[in-house]
T-cell receptor, first 116, second 115 residues
């Protein structure tokens, strides 16, 4: 496996379910990101991790809970979601968030989430 | 603050037509500029980048020039193909402040190319 992988690719869940999204990167990066992509809305940055430490939480509701056990893996735990949470959830990674200006992010293919 | 504004889509062109997608930005500090592309069913991929004023990024026939005087980074291609149909995102990364390294994206522009 190379690059950034995400599983599952598609997920349908009820509002009372608990599920998790998984992201794995094979690039040796130290920063990882969760984005939400909804139809007709800008790409929304949700969480940022740098060397396993959360550096940014953009006022995301607590029904979304991230976990970063190591620099290669990132999870997004979901519980009691709402239908408006249906979206494409994208994971990305980059070298790190140190002093460099140029910060290319590599994206996974996303998980298409539908909340019924 | 940091923000990116790109032209509203969708853009529909015939094959071999000339493409321009406008992008302007505001930024604190000295930003690096990017174009990302998202093909149907996939995540975003970096298309090209420019890290300082007057740099021209290019890839796959696409070009964009970092214009500091007009705070712009317009994407162009001389002859589009059906395979270029995708959503294109302009983005910036800044070298200042607590948001170091974060990417700020535009809303995306859907391009459809007909044969």
């Amino acid at each position: 496996e190379t690059g950034v992988t995400q599983t599952p690719r598609h997920l349908v869940m009820g509002m009372t379910n608990k599920k998790s999204l998984k992201c794995e990167q094979h690039l040796g990066h130290n920063a990882m990101y969760w984005y939400k992509q909804s139809a007709k809305k800008p790409l929304e940055l949700m969480f940022v991790y740098n060397f396993k430490e959360q550096t940014e939480n953009n006022s995301v509701p607590s029904r979304f809970s991230p976990e970063c056990p190591n620099s290669s893996h990132l999870f997004l735990h979901l519980h009691t979601l709402q239908p408006e949470d249906s979206a494409l959830y994208l994971c990305a990674s980059s070298q790190d968030l140190s002093v460099r200006t140029y910060n290319e992010q590599f994206f996974g293919p996303g998980t298409r989430l539908t909340v019924l | 603050g940091n923000s990116v504004t790109q032209m509203e889509g969708p853009v529909t062109l015939s094959e071999e037509a000339f493409l321009t997608i406008n992008c302007t930005y505001t930024a604190t500090g000295y930003p690096s500029l990017f174009w990302y592309v998202q093909y149907p069913g996939e995540g975003l991929q970096l298309l090209l980048k420019a890290t300082k004023a007057d740099d021209k990024g290019s890839n796959k026939g696409f070009e964009a020039t970092y214009r500091k005087e007009t705070t712009s980074f317009h994407l162009e291609k001389g002859s589009v193909q059906v395979s270029d149909s995708a959503v294109y995102f302009c983005a910036l990364s800044t070298d200042r402040g607590s948001t170091l390294g974060r990417l700020y994206f535009g809303r995306g522009t859907q391009l459809t190319v007909w044969p």
